[in-house]
């Protein structure tokens, strides 16, 4: 198991490909720890890319 950070579009492609692939893996799994791995970056990169920052109160 190789994972790379994210750092553009195509190594963000690359990681949900290879999410697809790991993803119903058997808990406990090397593939499992991949996939939880995987999640957390992608997860990171959206967060740190395209995240609405915390909710606030509903304005009138």
């Known amino acids: 198991m190789t994972i790379e950070p994210i ?3 195509e ?3 690359r ?8 993803f119903q893996a058997e808990e406990g799994s090397a593939q499992a720890g ?12 959206e967060n740190e ?6 909710a606030g109160p509903k304005r009138s």
């Open 15 to 22: 990681a949900f490909r290879r999410l697809e692939s790991v």
């Open 34 to 45: 991949e996939c939880d791995v995987l999640v957390t970056l992608i997860e990171d990169d």
């Open 49 to 54: 890319h395209h995240g609405f920052g915390p």
């Open 7 to 9: 750092r553009n579009d």
């Open 11 to 13: 190594d963000l492609r």
